[in-house]
């Protein structure tokens, strides 16, 4: 079954929306900034989380697979919209969480649960093994067959799900901003732009370095080539995954006030936090127009 027809259209908004931003800290940059309002795809499984799972959902139903199997941290939001996307599509879904269980849980994994999610848990030093044969014949031992999706759903077919959000913006533009946290989203939109775009990921982690060589290993596997359109700052995560300093808190509290919109504190808001800081020290030429993916 095509999940691109039946289920999908009652499942996911697309394209989402694109709506210009007026915020008057930019007018002397001469920038404008639009927003890919991807957040509002799904409210369980939204943006970059359902383009990353299409492509790789409808591979697990055509070889047969009932279950998804998927890695996170005890806060990722992929766990979260795994557990969403196998609730209303019908596949048994396991989350492999990092690290020690914790009584009660915390939000993200209660909805996981909520959602039919089983939970199971691998030490710190397990977990960094996780891709490694004898740790995933342990869990097919455990669960039975299942559909493996890395950790963040990043892999060839989620590249390529992404790819297609560039195809939705019918206004010129030169720029597109996105959070990055496993590369994928980086890899896809960059994969789909058009000569002279480009686009800029933000890193969400501490010591992220490492994605700019996953980048080019998604490309390969999605495309078979790696692109030069894209780039990675690595100076806004502040202190790493789903950690927040004060100056973060006070970005979204103004931003929220200024627009109605209240970025999330892990991705959306350290992309935005970061791009204004970027345009504000004059990176961007006057006249480039941007588009930051909220998802």
Not at 215 to 242: C, K, M, P
Request: proline share 4%; charged share 25%; net charge negative.
């Amino acid at each position: 079954m095509n999940l691109g027809e039946g289920d999908l259209a009652e499942l996911v908004r697309l394209p989402s929306p694109l709506v210009g931003l007026r915020d008057q800290r930019l007018e002397p940059y001469g920038v404008e900034l639009l927003l890919k309002r991807d957040d509002l795809i799904h409210p369980e499984v939204p943006g970059n989380k359902w383009r990353k799972l299409r492509y790789n959902l409808e591979a697990a139903r055509e070889h047969g697979f009932g279950r998804l199997l998927t890695f996170g941290g005890a806060f990722s939001n992929h766990i979260r919209a795994t557990a969403a996307a196998g609730h209303y599509l019908g596949f048994e879904t396991v989350g492999v969480i990092r690290g020690e269980e914790h009584l009660p849980l915390n939000d993200s994994l209660a909805y996981a649960t909520s959602r039919g999610m089983v939970l199971t848990y691998l030490d710190r030093a397990t977990y960094r093994r996780k891709t490694e044969p004898d740790v995933l014949a342990q869990l097919s031992e455990q669960f039975g067959p299942c559909y493996v999706l890395p950790e963040g759903g990043s892999n060839g077919l989620a590249v390529r799900g992404c790819a297609e959000l560039t195809t939705e913006i019918t206004t010129e533009f030169d720029v597109i901003a996105c959070a990055c946290g496993t590369g994928g989203t980086l890899a896809g939109i960059a994969a789909g732009l058009g000569v002279e775009q480009r686009v800029l990921g933000f890193a969400v982690l501490k010591g992220g370095q490492f994605l700019d060589d996953e980048v080019r290993r998604l490309q390969r596997e999605a495309v078979g080539e790696v692109t030069s359109n894209w780039a990675i700052e690595y100076d806004f995560h502040f202190g790493g995954y789903a950690k927040r300093k004060p100056e973060l808190d006070a970005f979204i509290a103004d931003f929220s006030a200024r627009h109605g919109i209240t970025p999330d504190r892990v991705y959306e808001a350290k992309m935005l936090y970061g791009l204004f800081a970027r345009i504000e020290a004059g990176a961007f030429a006057p006249g480039t127009r941007i588009v930051a993916v909220l998802s």
